[in-house]
Structure formats: C-alpha cells, structure tokens
T-cell receptor, first 114, second 114 residues
Framework: GAGVSQTPSNKVTEKGKYVELRCDPI?????LYWYRQSLGQGPEFLIY????????DSGLPNDRFFAVRPEGSVSTLKIQRTERGDSAVYLCASSLGVGQTGYTFGSGTRLTVV | GDSVTQMEGPVTLSEEAFLTINCTYT??????LFWYVQYPGEGLQLLLKATKADDKGSNKGFEATYRKETTSFHLEKGSVQVSDSAVYFCALSDFGGANSKLTFGKGITLSVRP
C-alpha cells in the first residue's frame, strides 16, 4: 500500500483481556518495527523484524507481549492479560531493510485498558 | 545505553519568530541523528537527519547540525509559521551495530500563534 496501515485505530478493552493489533507495512519493505508511546513520552522500541524473524525483541516489556510476522509482511502485536499500564499508542513502522534510515510510521493504534 | 534528552516544553512562539529546540544525546557508538515531527492527527514523519559528525540536515526551512564535540543536534528555523505547530522528537540510531532501533527523546510541543 501507499503507507503503513494500522488497525484498529482505537481499541478499548477490559483489564485482563487479550488484544491483537495489526500492522500492514509498505509493500516491499522487509524491516518492520513496533514502538509504544505513552502519554507525554517519546516512542519506545518494542521489537523489530527482518523478514519473518524477530531480529531484536529486547524492548518487549514482559512475556505478556508477543509479536509475529508469519509471511514477512503483515505483523500482529499480541498482548495477553492486559493491564491498565498497557494503555498507550502502539506505533508500527517499516523500512526497506535493517540499517536503512527511511522509516515510515503508521498512525498508530490507541489502546485503552479500563 | 543510548539516550536522548530534549529541552522541556511546551514552546509557544509568534509567527516569524526564530526557533531553537535543544537536543543532546548519549551513545556508545557513532549514531545517526534524526528529527521527527508529529502534526495534529497525523503519524510521525521524518523531518531531517544527519549520519556523521558536522553533517547538517535540512528540510522545510528547518536545520540541525550533528555536533560530536558537544553531543548535540539542536533544531533551528529562522521564521516559524502557524503550520509548524506540532510535536517534535529528536532521535538516534546506531545503524553501525546489529540493532536498528530508534531511541527517542520525550518530544516537545511547539505552538505558533498568528
């Protein structure tokens, strides 16, 4: 597509529920990144993929967070047993390849855990 | 670890005023430096970048110079416009290493009055 598409744009869920956030990167972009932006803060790195594999998942805060990219295109960020502290905007970005400076960010998914 | 420090905000200026937004960084290697901008209701966009010491990035009238001796990458514009009102993020990435993540500052909100 023309840009990085993230769905849904907004998600409200109850504490303890499971959520999935989807990212559809720019066609042909092999690198895909997830960031989390809490209110009043800059984006914080979560994980990045080169192709289908997670090249660096050091930013995932705990084992409730997991991300997949089974076919090297669309990625899903999965959060189990959500907590109120998970409320944030989750950003996805893609680029032509690892080390390329041309990131393109999506508009994000605003997750609210009540 | 790597970190980025931005001056505290918000910043409010009158149209045609001079803008400086300070940014300093800490990094173990030789990072690339970036300024990203987030306009109201839109996703993060790359504003400008510099990949080595003494490089100057420029775009849309904004400039920033990579100063290794002072570990700084201050953003400047000679005459701001109302349309420059946005949140500005300084960021770095050590593309020379295996990790391609971006490390962001907290961001600063700029409001420009007519």
């Amino acid at each position: 597509g023309a840009g990085v598409s993230q769905t849904p744009s907004n998600k409200v869920t109850e504490k303890g529920k499971y959520v999935e956030l989807r990212c559809d990167p720019i066609s042909g972009h092999t690198a895909l990144y997830w960031y989390r932006q809490s209110l009043g803060q800059g984006p914080e790195f979560l994980i990045y993929f080169q192709g289908t594999g997670a090249a660096d998942d050091s930013g995932l805060p705990n084992d409730r967070f997991f991300a997949v990219r089974p076919e090297g295109s669309v990625s899903t960020l999965k959060i189990q047993r959500t907590e109120r502290g998970d409320s944030a905007v989750y950003l996805c970005a893609s680029s032509l390849g690892v080390g390329q400076t041309g990131y393109t960010f999506g508009s994000g998914t605003r997750l609210t855990v009540v | 670890g790597d970190s980025v420090t931005q001056m505290e905000g918000p910043v409010t200026l009158s149209e045609e005023a001079f803008l400086t937004i300070n940014c300093t960084y800490t990094a173990t290697g030789y990072p690339s430096l970036f300024w990203y901008v987030q306009y109201p209701g839109e996703g993060l966009q790359l504003l400008l970048k510099a990949t080595k010491a003494d490089d100057k990035g420029s775009n849309k009238g904004f400039e920033a110079t990579y100063r290794k001796e002072t570990t700084s990458f201050h953003l400047e514009k000679g005459s701001v416009q109302v349309s420059d009102s946005a949140v500005y993020f300084c960021a770095l990435s050590d593309f020379g290493g295996a990790n391609s993540k971006l490390t962001f500052g907290k961001g600063i909100t700029l409001s420009v009055r007519p």
